[in-house]
Antibody, heavy 121, light 106 residues
Framework: EVQLLESGGTLVEPGGSLRLSCAVS????????MTWVRQAPGKGLEWVSS????????YYADSVKGRFTISRDNSKNTLYLQIISLRAEDTAVYYC??????????????WGQGTLVTVSS | SYELTQPLSMSVAPGQTAKISCGGN??????VHWYQQKPGQAPVLVIY???HRPSGIPARFSGSNSGNTATLTISGAQAGDEAAYFC?????????FGGGTKLTVL
């Protein structure tokens, strides 16, 4: 059974940083691209970043470039999202999802339950 | 940048057919995927590559894509289908989501 479990969401002050993690199981992690998608309260889905199976390629939404860094540790079956210089508008539930491709272009066939990041003083 | 346009909301009576549109420039040339999201839950893939259903998704869910509009059709809508629905495509290496459609079954 495919499972994705996010963690690391918390309350953080503006300007702060944090790292989200997504631990996966039930499939060959290194064979799949992975992605982060966020959802602000009461809003729609917003793609944040994706990375290929090897971790050698990464892609970002313009709204997060320079502040977010996606990475993966295939030996630990874990996806990460490092966020710096947090802003109020980064407040959202952050989901990790598997992409049914090695690099990009597929559908998001499995999602985690999400982790909430709240940016507030 | 590429944009996808969905109606904000729509309603359907139980047992009737709901058609949710997703508009985009020449979207017929792209693969469109659809996700269902119920309140407090993560999104679930219901249609991939325009018209294919993942295992476990009821046959009342179907999809089509042509020209500038992709459509998710729910035939014989049930109360449990009440949810937000999002379409999604890729624009080169970027994931694009539609704004979402809140479907009410009443």
């Amino acid at each position: 059974e495919v499972q994705l479990l996010e963690s690391g969401g918390t309350l953080v002050e503006p300007g702060g940083s944090l790292r989200l993690s997504c631990a996966v199981s039930g499939f060959p992690f290194s064979s799949y691209a992975m992605t982060w998608v966020r959802q602000a309260p009461g809003k729609g889905l917003e793609w944040v970043s994706s990375t290929g199976g090897s971790g050698g390629s990464s892609y970002y939404a313009d709204s997060v470039k320079g502040r977010f860094t996606i990475s993966r540790d295939n030996s630990k079956n874990t996806l990460y999202l490092q966020i710096i210089s947090l802003r109020a508008e980064d407040t959202a539930v952050y989901y990790c999802a598997r992409i049914d491709e090695y690099d990009y272009g597929g559908y998001l066939d499995n999602w985690g339950q999400g982790t909430l990041v709240t940016v507030s003083s | 940048s590429y944009e996808l346009t969905q109606p904000l909301s729509m309603s359907v009576a139980p047992g009737q057919t709901a058609k949710i549109s997703c508009g985009g420039n020449n979207i017929g040339g792209k693969n469109v995927h659809w996700y269902q999201q119920k309140p407090g839950q993560a999104p679930v893939l219901v249609i991939y590559s325009d018209k294919h259903r993942p295992s476990g998704i009821p046959a009342r869910f179907s999809g089509s894509n042509s020209g500038n509009t992709a459509t998710l059709t729910i035939s014989g809508a049930q109360a449990g289908d009440e949810a937000a629905y999002f379409c999604q495509v890729w624009d080169t290496t970027t994931v694009i989501f539609g704004g979402g459609t809140k479907l009410t079954v009443l």
